[in-house]
């Protein structure tokens, strides 16, 4: 059979898929999913890199897993050799259910069809450190006294015997963990090594879906670009979900990063190994340093942490001097990463430029990349003769991929193809976006109280029920301390850095208002009435680093820096926040933005109305209480009153 009905019936394999035997489960046929499959597949088959902007609710995974399946079939029939497919993304969570909800229930409409005989099988893959080294464990295990140890801590060491990767082990400490994991050069002489067995079976060729993180993607792409072993299996195409996030990713493996954490980890391992002197020292030292990188960014510029990392230089040097040689092998690359981190923060070096990110815990990361990297991930990533399908719901604003083009290193590759997927969501009926007549005005004295006042008259339209998206920390802290001036009548909750903890209560409060920042503009599922109210009181431009003063320098103008790179990434910004809103077909919702420069006629707001989907426009809070009691049932305000 030649190449062309090979072609012809991969596609038609789409269509029956989608057409076919998702409906016999229940699943709603959306045309515009099958849509964006054949545009993946057809990049898959051309040797492309396909550009992929769905929205959400479009459906990409179950779109990426079937265009992947057709075209291994597809090569197959032209009696091509079996590669597996690389699957990356950001979220475990992502990488979990793809894996174990997914791709299970996709296997079983094929076989049942009799497309495939054999199920479709994916492993996920993670770097060296999430797996338990048996030599190691046996070792930890008999330097400890089980009874004095913590029980829950000793239970999960135990545990570990019958569990390969140890994020699966809950209580097991961070100390331990360092303790038991492969290292980087594994020179284990056992026979019967569950982590060598562990890669010879991903090796084995039956899976199809290799499912990896962005991190090791990326640290896969540069040993092989430095002629290194390679960390993964030769793929026959690359499929980059939450791609938005790759840039940010390439950011830090291309460079250092430093957080209290690391700083922290150093001193438990030297109190661990009983040099209690050593690590008295590096805390004390380290104190002034570790109270600022506890606290979120907050715009402050880099600088701000540079004279903090003298005393702790000074004390690692002494530190790595004396006791370098004392030490296990974990310890002393651990006291040679933090020692040559600190120095390189606290001197600088001219190739790198140093900024500031909030780290995992809502505190601040310190972070130095190479001043071009675009042309590392040219080098890198879009070298390797493989086919690509990069997708997120927030990769373009409107049809305009250029800015996520231009921070991947994309933007003059021939291969790319860009295709954007509306959202199936009725937003013209289930949502309203509020932006009010007179909203708080930024630079008055009385901002905060203006800017409460508002916040609770909409609460009080919507009955609760809010999610309220800061900029930063500041905002939202003099938010809280004025909302109760108001009649505040919901529970309210502060995002801090218990983060799932307080979304859980949250969501367990019915008709409660949270109040977060950072990272919770992306990444949180509402679903339901939980939020229907989503207020933003001010848009989410970037605050200026040195990274951006260094973008600045490719443009003539400031005014053609604003239109090309910060109106850009605020909007993509934007359009993540109004994620939270709607996350089903039955959601309802209010999308309040307060912030003056969006309002009508106002500087940004043709930038605001382009970024987000077609829906009514209001600036009454008449109408915001109007359209709640239109789409609510009598429960939503039976929550509100209890």
Request: charged letters at 25%.
């Given at each position: 059979?030649?190449?062309?009905?090979?072609?012809?019936?991969?596609?038609?394999?789409?269509?029956?898929?989608?057409?076919?035997?998702?409906?016999?489960?229940?699943?709603?046929?959306?045309?515009?999913?099958?849509?964006?499959?054949?545009?993946?597949?057809?990049?898959?088959?051309?040797?492309?890199?396909?550009?992929?902007?769905?929205?959400?609710?479009?459906?990409?995974?179950?779109?990426?897993?079937?265009?992947?399946?057709?075209?291994?079939?597809?090569?197959?029939?032209?009696?091509?050799?079996?590669?597996?497919?690389?699957?990356?993304?950001?979220?475990?969570?992502?990488?979990?259910?793809?894996?174990?909800?997914?791709?299970?229930?996709?296997?079983?409409?094929?076989?049942?069809?009799?497309?495939?005989?054999?199920?479709?099988?994916?492993?996920?893959?993670?770097?060296?450190?999430?797996?338990?080294?048996?030599?190691?464990?046996?070792?930890?295990?008999?330097?400890?006294?089980?009874?004095?140890?913590?029980?829950?801590?000793?239970?999960?060491?135990?545990?570990?015997?019958?569990?390969?990767?140890?994020?699966?082990?809950?209580?097991?400490?961070?100390?331990?963990?360092?303790?038991?994991?492969?290292?980087?050069?594994?020179?284990?002489?056992?026979?019967?090594?569950?982590?060598?067995?562990?890669?010879?079976?991903?090796?084995?060729?039956?899976?199809?879906?290799?499912?990896?993180?962005?991190?090791?993607?990326?640290?896969?792409?540069?040993?092989?670009?430095?002629?290194?072993?390679?960390?993964?299996?030769?793929?026959?195409?690359?499929?980059?979900?939450?791609?938005?996030?790759?840039?940010?990713?390439?950011?830090?493996?291309?460079?250092?990063?430093?957080?209290?954490?690391?700083?922290?980890?150093?001193?438990?391992?030297?109190?661990?190994?009983?040099?209690?002197?050593?690590?008295?020292?590096?805390?004390?030292?380290?104190?002034?340093?570790?109270?600022?990188?506890?606290?979120?960014?907050?715009?402050?510029?880099?600088?701000?942490?540079?004279?903090?990392?003298?005393?702790?230089?000074?004390?690692?040097?002494?530190?790595?001097?004396?006791?370098?040689?004392?030490?296990?092998?974990?310890?002393?690359?651990?006291?040679?990463?933090?020692?040559?981190?600190?120095?390189?923060?606290?001197?600088?070096?001219?190739?790198?430029?140093?900024?500031?990110?909030?780290?995992?815990?809502?505190?601040?990361?310190?972070?130095?990349?190479?001043?071009?990297?675009?042309?590392?991930?040219?080098q890198t990533l879009w070298r390797q003769e493989r086919p690509a399908v990069l997708t997120s719901a927030t990769l373009a604003v409107g049809e305009d991929f250029r800015r996520f083009k231009e921070e991947t290193g994309l933007l003059t590759d021939s291969r790319v193809t860009e295709s954007v997927s509306l959202s199936p969501f009725d937003y013209q009926q289930n949502c309203l976006l509020y932006l009010p007549k007179f909203p708080p005005r930024q630079k008055a004295a009385a901002y905060y109280d203006e800017l409460a006042k508002e916040i609770a008259a909409l609460l009080d339209a919507a009955q609760g029920h809010a999610l309220a998206l800061f900029t930063s920390y500041a905002a939202m802290s003099a938010v809280k301390e004025r909302l109760p001036d108001h009649g505040l009548r919901y529970p309210l909750f502060t995002m801090g850095r218990s983060a799932i903890h307080t979304t859980e209560q949250f969501k367990a409060s019915p008709g409660s208002v949270l109040l977060a920042a950072g990272a919770a503009w992306e990444g949180f599922d509402f679903p339901g009435d939980c939020v229907s109210l989503l207020i933003i009181p001010r848009l989410p431009f970037a605050v200026p680093d040195a990274l951006k003063e260094k973008e600045r320098e490719n443009h003539p103008t400031l005014r053609l820096f604003i239109r090309a790179v910060v109106v850009p990434e605020m909007q993509i910004k934007l359009k993540q926040g109004f994620g939270r809103a709607i996350r089903t077909e039955t959601d309802t919702c209010v999308v309040a933005i307060l912030d003056e420069r969006a309002a009508k006629g106002k500087r940004y707001s043709k930038d605001v109305l382009a970024a987000l989907p077609e829906m009514p426009v209001t600036g009454s809070l008449e109408d915001v209480a109007r359209f709640i009691r239109q789409v609510k049932g009598p429960d939503y305000f039976r929550e509100a009153s209890a």
């Open positions: 059979m030649n190449y062309d009905n090979n072609r012809q019936n991969a596609h038609n394999e789409i269509d029956r898929i989608f057409k076919v035997l998702f409906p016999t489960r229940n699943m709603v046929e959306r045309p515009e999913q099958a849509a964006l499959c054949h545009r993946m597949l057809d990049a898959m088959l051309e040797g492309g890199i396909a550009l992929c902007d769905a929205g959400t609710g479009i459906g990409k995974t179950y779109a990426y897993l079937v265009a992947g399946t057709v075209y291994s079939r597809f090569r197959a029939a032209c009696g091509l050799g079996p590669k597996p497919i690389l699957v990356s993304t950001s979220s475990i969570a992502l990488q979990t259910a793809a894996r174990d909800e997914y791709l299970p229930l996709l296997s079983e409409l094929l076989t049942e069809d009799g497309m495939i005989a054999q199920p479709l099988q994916a492993v996920i893959r993670k770097g060296k450190s999430h797996y338990v080294c048996d030599e190691r464990l046996e070792r930890r295990l008999g330097q400890l006294d089980l009874q004095r140890k913590n029980w829950k801590a000793g239970a999960a060491l135990l545990s570990l015997w019958g569990q390969l990767d140890m994020d699966e082990t809950a209580h097991l400490s961070g100390y331990d963990r360092e303790r038991v994991c492969v290292p980087r050069i594994c020179e284990c002489q056992r026979e019967t090594c569950r982590y060598r067995a562990f890669l010879e079976d991903c090796d084995s060729g039956q899976y199809l879906f290799q499912i990896c993180n962005h991190n090791l993607l990326l640290a896969d792409a540069i040993h092989r670009g430095s002629g290194r072993k390679p960390i993964l299996p030769d793929v026959c195409a690359l499929i980059v979900d939450e791609a938005h996030k790759l840039p940010e990713t390439a950011r830090q493996m291309f460079g250092v990063t430093l957080a209290a954490e690391d700083i922290r980890a150093l001193t438990h391992s030297l109190r661990g190994e009983r040099f209690l002197l050593a690590a008295e020292v590096l805390t004390d030292s380290a104190k002034s340093l570790l109270r600022k990188l506890d606290r979120p960014p907050e715009g402050k510029p880099f600088g701000h942490y540079q004279k903090s990392l003298a005393a702790p230089e000074r004390s690692l040097t002494v530190i790595h001097r004396q006791l370098h040689s004392l030490l296990t092998p974990a310890t002393r690359r651990r006291l040679k990463n933090v020692s040559s981190s600190v120095a390189l923060f606290h001197q600088g070096h001219p190739d790198m430029v140093f900024y500031t990110e909030e780290d995992a815990h809502g505190g601040t990361m310190l972070c130095a990349t190479i001043a071009d990297l675009t042309a590392q991930l040219r």
